[in-house]
């Protein structure tokens, strides 16, 4: 039952972020404060879903995926990447960022979405560009022994 109420929560969440983009007149980007960086790929936010309406949820990075922290499958090496990745979000990402193209994440009580910072960059070219995530389009996660 409690994994039914969150997996409505977060489709209502989904839901509400995806008709604020919509909604939004020429940007669809819906304005987010970022209260926390879980890993490299994981952001917990507070979305601005419409005015006096706001969701806290875990947004995972649009395209990439990063080194896991927890319980990585490749030992320490993989968990020193996570961290590295982590520490460089957490450098970059700054308070605010938009989201974009929010859709629903095959885990409960987080959504996908593409993330630019305030400056305009975007969160998984950075990560790419750096060395700290590969490319992930869904299905198999890569490797990271």
């Known amino acids: 039952m409690r994994y039914q109420t969150r997996f409505i929560t977060c489709g209502i969440i989904t839901l509400a972020l995806a008709l604020a983009a919509n909604a939004a007149a020429f940007e669809q980007r819906v304005p987010a404060r970022v209260t926390r960086v879980l890993d490299g790929d994981t952001v917990k936010v507070e979305a601005r879903v419409w005015p006096g309406l706001i969701a806290q949820t875990n947004v995972r990075v649009r395209g990439v995926d990063t080194p896991e922290i927890r319980r ?8 020193r990447r996570g ?15 938009w989201l974009i193209n929010v859709t629903h994440g095959k885990f409960g009580r987080r959504v996908v979405a593409s993330v630019l910072l305030a400056d305009g960059r975007d ?6 560009a750096t060395g700290h995530a590969l490319p992930y389009r869904g299905g198999r996660r890569p490797k990271w022994c």
Do not use: N
């Open 83 to 97: 961290l590295a990745a982590r520490d460089f979000v957490r450098g970059v990402i700054g308070e605010q960022v």
């Open 123 to 128: 969160l998984a070219t950075l990560l790419l």
């Open 72 to 79: 990585p499958k490749c030992g320490e090496y993989e968990r």
